[in-house]
């Protein structure tokens, strides 16, 4: 059965750190790409990170150099893994609601919420001081 569970969201102060982490199994661990997501209060839902299963990656422009996405299969399990996406130098404007998600097949552009099929439910991410 296919699933998508994020955890690891929370309250940090500016620059601070938080690693995020997306358990998926079932057919989801056969997709070709999986990407985080986040949506802020008011505003419209933006594509944070992506990577595809040959490891290469997107970012959105103001996470470059802070967050880092990759994904790890779990030893021994063919349909299980995990998505992470680790935030460092944090600030108030990455407070949203964080998701993750998963597509198949191929696209040119990961950095689109349209292109996905799957979706957690999402975590809660907040940056104040």
């Known amino acids: 059965q296919e699933r998508l569970g994020e955890s690891g969201g929370g309250s940090v102060q500016p620059g601070g750190s938080l690693n995020l982490a997306c358990a998926y199994s079932?057919?989801?661990?056969?997709?070709?790409?999986m990407g985080w997501f986040r949506q802020a209060p008011g505003k419209e839902r933006e594509a944070v990170a992506a990577?595809?299963?040959?490891?290469?990656?997107?970012?959105?422009?103001?996470v470059k150099g802070r967050f880092i996405i990759s994904r790890q299969k779990t030893e021994g399990k063919r349909d299980e893994g995990t998505l992470w996406l680790q935030m460092g130098s944090l600030e108030p404007d990455d407070t949203a609601v964080y998701y993750c998600?998963?597509?198949?097949?191929?696209?040119?552009?990961?950095?689109?919420?349209?292109?996905?099929?799957?979706w957690g439910q999402g975590t809660q991410v907040s940056v104040s001081s």
């Open positions: 990577i595809r299963t040959d490891g290469t990656t997107q970012y959105l422009e103001s």
């Open positions: 079932g057919y989801i661990a056969t997709e070709n790409y």
């Open positions: 998600a998963a597509g198949r097949g191929w696209v040119r552009r990961l950095l689109v919420a349209d292109n996905y099929h799957y």
